[in-house]
């Protein structure tokens, strides 16, 4: 799996008269719509695992554009497929104490009992205004985490009256013009999410953002609570103070395959009891492909330019049959792009296109959009991570199984990183810190956490393992959750062992075409020599590192190449603090 890590930020495209239309001509002060309703407790179900609407539309620039909507999800097995076919619910706000949504029957004829959590605000100690405040939080989206921001932000509201909290959701790519912007002119958002390429480091060094050690009430308390390996330097902390936290963990992987049961019994296929090959994957395509005589297509991917469905499908294919690590292998510090298996998962990509069994057209879909058109019975298959169910309506069933498994030999374990996903970040301007401070202790709480897996059930997995069970039990999750577990171990990471290498993300730049890039330039035929052009990747990947690690020494930091190599990783195992200590 690719290390998701944080890479070097990008300029500013737009100009600011187009920023401003995007964000609706309202101005920077206006990026954020007011959250509406006012309910203080919200009782949510334990697995929601479908938005109404499949994909929900990007956000106004005067209305907040959060789902309301989460749905509930009846399982049937049958044959050792797992599929699911969600009745989508709508909680709708009102002056009520309790909004309500339906439970969740865990099996088809076999209602259960909802199981419920209730967002309720605690009093976290927070020295907050008394006056009448507008607050502002802008984050990437709309995404598995929307229906938990609308819960969360009623609650607020009706807890605290006087503070409005502006909050939107906006596309990743309006996030990586806008933020930069409004921190240019001093007007960012209280909390916001960094864009795509900045690194925390980075976002430290141009003080864009605040530490939260001195504005999260009972700080030290709060800060014990995290499980190990969340809280880390360089990349959660850093000069020893803690700048963020993970709303979720990062064991999980994008290159599930949800499938039509109907359209993949018809062809005589189930992937559940039986996991496809690269073989076999090729051969369903095909063969799918051929029983949709033009009506839907074996595959579907998102191909668009700006999306990185192609790098994550060739760096996870070629991690599990043996290229340790993904694009980078932790024990010899060496990139792995020009390894067999990479150089044969993208042949794999290349004989799917040339077989005619994916969806034409790809180039112009990101992958949020070809998950969504597999309700419209145009494809068989498509590859993504537990967030997919959330891009359809509840009419849709589906199956999920394991990505294909190499030919031959004993499949290896995908790799994730320390530290985990979803980071939102405090303002170093933000004329409200208590506030911010009071949001994210509650987010950053077993209690908080425990609302956040409840509300967005298998989409995403929770930072606390003691929050993981509100998910629920239905298959889909069930199914997905055991994958990550037999499937995905833990792997090293250079800033860890030494907190000085985290200086050489903040000097690294981002390298273009990079993995994701070159694949699809393989795939549209603007590159014809796959070997070469993984050979180019390769060597520009190795003099980028290489250089952003004299950067880094040159400004004092005590680190070098050998940094990135751990002698004692084991790829099938968890890397962990003992053999950190090893090391040494």
Known sequence: MPAERDRAPQPVTLSRRTTLRLLGGAGLTALLAACGGTTATATIPPAPTTASGGAA??????????????????????????????????????????????GTPAAAGSPAAPVSTAI???????????????????????????????????????????????????????????????????????????????????????????????????FQQWKAAFPPGTLVEGITMFNGKVYTFPLSSLQRYATLIFYNPDFMKQAGYDPTSKPFTWDDFRAACKKLTTQGAGKYYGLVLGGQSSDTTFGTFVSNFAEMAGAAGGELNWKTGEYNYTSDQFQAATDLLLALKQDSSILPGILSLTQRDATTRMEQGIAAMTLDGPWAPTRWTGNFQFGVASQPLPNSGTPQPLSYTPGGGNYHWLYAKSKYPAVAGDILSY?????????????????????????????????????????FDQQMRLAPDPRVRNPDAGQVYIEQKAIHPNLAETIGGLFSGQLSDPKGALKDLQDRADKELDRAIKAAQAKGAKVSRDDWKFANWDPTKDYTDADYKALK
């Open 443 to 483: 987010w950053g709480s077993l209690q908080g956490q425990t609302a956040f897996q409840a509300i967005v059930g298998g989409a995403l997995q929770a930072t606390f393992p003691g929050a993981r069970q509100a998910a629920g039990n239905n298959a889909a999750t069930t199914t997905m959750n055991t994958l």
């Open 120 to 218: 309720v605000i605690p009093d976290t100690g927070a020295k907050l205004p008394t006056e009448a405040v507008k607050f502002q939080v802008t984050v990437q989206g709309p995404g598995p985490r929307s229906p938990f921001y609308k819960a969360f932000f009623d609650a607020y509201k009706k807890a605290h009256p006087n503070i409005t909290v502006q909050f939107d959701e906006l596309p990743a790519a309006q996030v990586s013009q806008a933020i930069p912007l409004a921190i240019q002119n001093g007007a960012a958002p209280d909390i916001f999410w960094l864009p795509g390429g900045v690194t925390g480091g980075q976002a430290v060094q141009q003080n864009w953002i605040a530490p939260l050690d001195d504005v999260i009430p009972n």
């Open 57 to 102: 539309s990007a956000a106004s620039s005067t209305t907040t554009a959060v789902s309301g909507t989460t749905a509930s999800q009846a399982t049937t097995s049958a044959g050792g497929t797992t599929t699911a076919a969600g009745q989508a619910t709508t909680a709708t706000a009102s002056s009520a104490a309790t909004t309500t949504h339906a």
